[in-house]
């Protein structure tokens, strides 16, 4: 694994965090195949699996409730495996009004046209929890 010489699957997760922290929602969007799933883990953190639409819109929720205000990313740690990649990362805006460490699980089509078919994302629950005390204060 490199992050100066990535792979042909390992290029796409990194184009993923360069897109999704930019809330570039159409560039997300077309590196998604059609039957994407979203899985938030842990299951206390109660949120239902999601598929392509829905992930899209829970992001432009997130990107709403920041402000869209950019976020920037940093790999932490990652495995690499055919069709599987673990990432460990922290996204975070520059006043830190959001950092956040996360574990995500892509799973990636094979072939010509790399694809995420799947995020298991084991999130962070504490800014979970801030995100959506947020979001119910809004709506006051």
Same mark, same amino acid.
């Given at each position: 694994?490199?992050?100066?010489?990535?792979?042909?699957?390992?290029?796409?997760?990194?184009?993923? *965090?360069?897109?999704?922290?930019?809330?570039?929602?159409?560039?997300?969007?077309?590196?998604?195949?059609?039957?994407?799933?979203?899985?938030?883990?842990?299951?206390?953190?109660?949120?239902?699996?999601?598929?392509?639409?829905?992930?899209?819109?829970?992001?432009?929720?997130? /990107?709403?409730?920041?402000?869209? /205000?950019?976020?920037?990313?940093?790999?932490?740690?990652?495995?690499?495996?055919?069709?599987?990649?673990?990432?460990?990362?922290?996204?975070?805006?520059?006043?830190?009004? *959001?950092?956040?460490?996360?574990? *995500?699980?892509?799973?990636?089509?094979?072939?010509?046209?790399?694809?995420?078919?799947?995020?298991?994302?084991?999130?962070?629950?504490?800014?979970?929890?801030?995100?959506? /005390?947020?979001? /119910?204060?809004?709506?006051?």
């Amino acid at each position: 694994m490199s992050l100066t010489n990535p792979s042909r699957q390992l290029s796409t997760v990194l184009k993923w *965090f360069e897109e999704i922290t930019s809330w570039n929602f159409d560039a997300v969007s077309s590196m998604l195949s059609d039957d994407y799933k979203h899985t938030t883990l842990p299951a206390s953190a109660g949120e239902a699996p999601k598929d392509k639409a829905q992930g899209i819109a829970h992001a432009k929720a997130i /990107a709403s409730l920041l402000g869209h /205000a950019p976020l920037k990313y940093e790999i932490c740690q990652l495995n690499e495996s055919p069709g599987s990649i673990w990432v460990h990362a922290r996204l975070y805006t520059d006043n830190l009004a *959001f950092n956040s460490e996360s574990i *995500f699980m892509f799973t990636l089509s094979s072939g010509d046209n790399i694809q995420i078919t799947a995020i298991q994302d084991y999130i962070d629950t504490k800014m979970a929890a801030e995100l959506a /005390a947020a979001a /119910a204060s809004s709506k006051q």
